[in-house]
């Protein structure tokens, strides 16, 4: 049992072929073996499937720069055919706010117009029934 940190575990799959080597090499904290390594890899074919490490990042940049300027142009185009068809709504429906809101203070004054009558009748009716 050596403690957590103290060692390391390095599963090896597949089965042994000529010629299949396993070389591990000491090399002090500062030595930069592993930065060397992984900075080799950066470069070398057939670690993706879309060849080096760096094609992979390079085209993942290009396909998200290319899907950010498609929707870009996608939001552009809505923005005018919103524009578009609000604008022929209001042509199409021909309703002006400003002439609903007259008719409406019309509507009002001629119910209270009619309430006036109404009330008027309503009082000569209880004078007439009164005086009989």
Known sequence: GAASGQYWQLPINGTPA??????????????GSNATRMAAQWTAAGTTASGTM????VGFGTSLGANAQAAQQLSTATAGQVTTATTNLQTVAGVSTDQQAVTLTN????????AQAISAAHTMFESLLTAV
């Open 107 to 114: 509507y009002q004054q001629a119910y209270q117009a009619a």
């Open 54 to 57: 760096q094609q992979a990042v």
């Open 18 to 31: 000529a010629g299949d080597t396993l070389t591990l090499t000491p090399g002090g904290s500062n030595s």
